[in-house]
């Protein structure tokens, strides 16, 4: 394995499970209070529109999602989602991604977490 594929699988285990099948890291910066994982989504068109011609047309504004802390540091995930124009129907699609828990800014797995040890 390259120093990439080894780094690569090392951070798979800090980031929610099958980020990166669908997310490229583009920066990781260390600050004092946080880890900042900057993500761009890859350029796979989503599978249900799979018989359509799809155009990638760059990015969503980006999303912070805070996912479970790292030696005392909060793990702060920036997502750059890709849109799609969809050639067949003339409409900019994007995937439907569900990895943010409903009404806030966690990731799933963290919500759960927070909600069964605080009753939050």
């Known amino acids: 394995m390259t120093d990439h594929e080894n780094y690569e699988q090392l951070v798979r285990l800090f980031l929610p499970e099958g980020l990166l099948d669908?997310?490229?890291?583009?920066?990781?910066?260390?600050?004092?209070?946080?880890?900042?994982v900057?993500?761009?989504?890859?350029?796979?068109?989503?599978?249900?529109?799979?018989?359509?011609?799809?155009?990638s047309k760059d990015f969503l504004p980006a999303i912070t999602v805070q996912d479970f802390?790292?030696?005392?540091?909060?793990?702060?995930?920036?997502l750059k989602r890709r849109r799609w124009?969809?050639?067949?129907?003339?409409?900019?699609?994007?995937?439907?991604?569900?990895?943010v828990a409903s009404g806030t800014r966690l990731t799933k797995g963290f919500a759960s977490f927070l909600k069964g040890a605080f009753g939050i």
């Open 22 to 36: 669908y997310f490229n890291i583009t920066n990781i910066i260390l600050d004092g209070e946080a880890v900042n």
């Open 69 to 78: 802390p790292l030696r005392d540091k909060a793990l702060l995930l920036h």
């Open 38 to 55: 900057h993500l761009e989504e890859s350029n796979l068109p989503p599978s249900e529109y799979a018989q359509d011609k799809l155009e």
């Open 85 to 99: 124009m969809n050639h067949s129907t003339g409409n900019i699609v994007s995937r439907d991604w569900q990895l």
